[in-house]
């Protein structure tokens, strides 16, 4: 499973619609759909350990499934591996 398939899964296990999520972490709709849809992945710190907080997951899980390997640059949608 994505990090997107984990943060769609997780947000509505917490009934919430993108917008309420967005508006609890501080980012725009169109970024929770971007993240859910990996389209891009969300990059900054701040956000990656709110979505953990506000979504009930594991601290740091969903950091390590965007940055499986911290050398290399975050996964995208169109990696393949």
Not at 60 to 69: A, T
Request: charged share 25%.
């Amino acid at each position: 499973m994505g990090y997107g398939e984990v943060i769609r899964s997780a947000r509505k296990r917490k009934h919430f619609t993108q917008e309420q999520l967005a508006e609890k972490i501080c980012v725009s709709r169109s970024a929770i759909y971007a993240w859910e849809t990996e389209k891009y992945p969300p990059t900054d710190a701040k956000n990656i350990a709110a979505l953990e907080i506000t979504l009930g997951l594991e601290t740091g899980s969903l950091f390590s499934l965007i940055y499986s390997n911290p050398t290399l640059p975050p996964k995208t949608g169109g990696d393949q591996q």
